[in-house]
């Protein structure tokens, strides 16, 4: 396993800078590791991380774990809570550990050099006992791993919109196929389409006549 300072240090490069959220990252991860009995970074996909919001904890994790989402190994569930859960994807053991919300006080009593509350807890945190800095719960996930996970190599089109949807993430209602995004569950309202001009890197409505020569 390699030092936390070295997880640190990496998990640094990524951010630009070090901030105590990483430090959480990275300690829970290891914390999981632990527990999991699983070597950690992995460089396969038996580690899968649920982290329950982006930004600076993410990084930490990532630097700790080597699960990233390009790997399929990371997803983040936006709950805007600086926890995480941790799964072992060949016995679905799950352990979620979110930091105490006394962690926060208590980190200026293992740094007594910092300057201010920020340098406690970027500090104090590398160094608390596990037992002060997180709560830890086993749990169960409330659907198959299988569909968290997804299916690898499935391919589909939308009877609605026509895009491809990869992994199993369609929509199957009364034997008609949707994604998401056309069974109701969107993120954004489709306006104009645009067309991409080759020549001048230019975009230009559809809906609108295209100019000569594009
Ligand atoms: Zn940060
Ligand atoms: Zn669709």
């Not at 649920?50 to 993410?58: H, K, L, R, S, Y």
């Not at 930091?99 to 945190?125: C, H």
């Amino acid at each position: 396993m390699r030092s936390l300072e070295l997880i640190l240090r990496q998990s640094a490069e990524r951010h630009k800078h070090l901030c105590p959220r990483q430090v959480l990252g990275a300690r829970m991860s290891l914390l999981a590791g632990e527990m999991l009995e699983l070597e950690l970074p992995r460089l396969d996909k038996r580690l899968l991380v649920i982290a329950e919001t982006d930004g600076c904890t993410v990084d930490g994790i990532i630097a700790a774990t080597g699960c990233h989402v390009g790997g399929r190994t990371l997803r983040i569930l936006d709950f805007g809570k600086v926890a995480a859960t941790f799964i072992d994807t060949h016995t679905e053991e799950s352990i979620r550990i979110i930091p105490r919300r006394e962690a926060r006080a208590l980190a200026a009593d293992y740094a007594p050099d910092a300057r201010n509350e920020w340098e406690a807890m970027l500090f104090g945190y590398q160094v608390m006992p596990v037992s002060e800095l997180f709560s830890i719960q086993r749990v169960n996930l409330n659907m198959p791993l299988s569909k968290i996970l997804g299916r690898a190599g499935m391919k589909t089109v939308c009877e609605i919109c026509k895009e491809e949807i990869i992994n199993g993430r369609e929509i199957v209602n009364r034997g008609r196929i949707f994604c998401r995004a056309c069974a109701g569950d969107n993120y954004f309202d489709a306006s104009v389409a645009l067309h991409v001009c080759e020549d001048d890197a230019s975009y230009t409505s559809m809906d609108t006549p295209l100019p000569l020569g594009c």
